[in-house]
Nanobody, 125 residues
Framework: QVQLVESGGGLVQAGGSLRLSCAAS????????MGWFRQAPGKEREFVAH????????YYADSVKGRFTISRDNAKNTVYLQMNSLKPEDTALYYC??????????????????WGQGTQVTVSS
């Protein structure tokens, strides 16, 4: 089992920045893929970014490309999402997720095996 705990959400003005953290505990493997998803009120949960524990390759949704950066600290078993140039449409509950194996494109909810409880990000205009 893997436990994921997100932190770092909050209220920020448009154009500002936030850094989300996802601490993983339990049994993890180098094959894992760590992802960030978000869900705005009344909308479906959507893919934001993912990173592979081994090698660190990353992939982003078009809506956040160039503004968000996903990274990992293997020693701390923690994944980060640096969010810059935030927009009101980035307002959502942000979830961390872990997939035991990398299966391209690793952007769908069903491909992930473990989920955190989410952290709220609110961007005011």
């Amino acid at each position: 089992q893997v436990q994921l705990v997100e932190s770092g959400g909050g209220l920020v003005q448009a154009g500002g920045s936030l850094r989300l953290s996802c601490a993983a505990s339990g049994r993890t493997f180098s094959s894992y893929v760590m992802g960030w998803f978000r869900q705005a009120p009344g909308k479906e949960r959507e893919f934001v970014a993912h990173i592979r524990w081994s090698g660190g390759s990353t992939y982003y949704a078009d809506s956040v490309k160039g503004r968000f950066t996903i990274s990992r600290d293997n020693a701390k078993n923690t994944v980060y999402l640096q969010m810059n140039s935030l927009k009101p449409e980035d307002t959502a509950l942000y979830y961390c997720a872990a997939a035991r194996y990398y299966r391209p494109p690793a952007q769908t909810l069903a491909q992930y095996d473990y989920w955190g409880q989410g952290t709220q990000v609110t961007v005011s205009s």
